[in-house]
């Protein structure tokens, strides 16, 4: 059964506002260093970037992609993920596979690095602030063409 496209836009709209927001906060500090993990206000605005990084990039790869290669009458419904994003690269959605995969692996490190690995956690983070780029670039390119079919009325 397909998902309301509306509906996932929205989830996926209410996540990049707030992804956007923490990331914009980080932004403004002078620098990121260990210290910051001093802080327990930036600690939380890193803890909610990288919530909403991870979320929107879930929400992505388990909703937006499938939900588009449905609605696109694509049939990949029995296919691994690797499959759907290889359609999806070569319809031109997303800019490469590869790149989603190094996407993914980025996620699953920041998600699963333990606190008192500092050194390790700002790497990661450093590393997904600048993926933040390729997350919009994919889920403009997304919204744009369910938009120009019709599937968001």
């Known amino acids: 059964m397909l998902k309301d496209p509306k509906r996932v836009i929205e989830e996926l709209e209410r996540h990049r506002a707030r992804m956007l927001y923490a990331k914009k906060q980080i932004e403004e500090w002078d620098f990121l260093d260990e210290e910051i993990f001093e802080d327990p206000q ?25 939900l588009t290669l449905q609605l696109l009458e694509e049939d990949v419904e029995n296919l691994p993920f690797i499959d759907w994003l290889n359609r999806l ?22 998600i699963h690095t333990y606190p008192w690995e500092t050194e390790k956690i700002l790497k990661n983070l450093k590393e997904a602030l600048k993926a933040t780029e390729l997350l919009e670039e994919v889920y403009a390119t997304f919204r744009k063409l369910l938009e120009e079919r019709g599937f968001l009325k």
């Open 89 to 110: 690269e070569r319809l031109g959605l997303i800019p490469s596979a590869e790149e989603w995969l190094q996407l993914r692996s980025l996620r699953n490190l920041i």
């Open 42 to 66: 930036k600690v939380a605005v890193i803890d909610s970037f990288i919530f909403r990084f991870s979320k929107m990039q879930d929400a992505m790869g388990k909703k937006l992609f499938p």
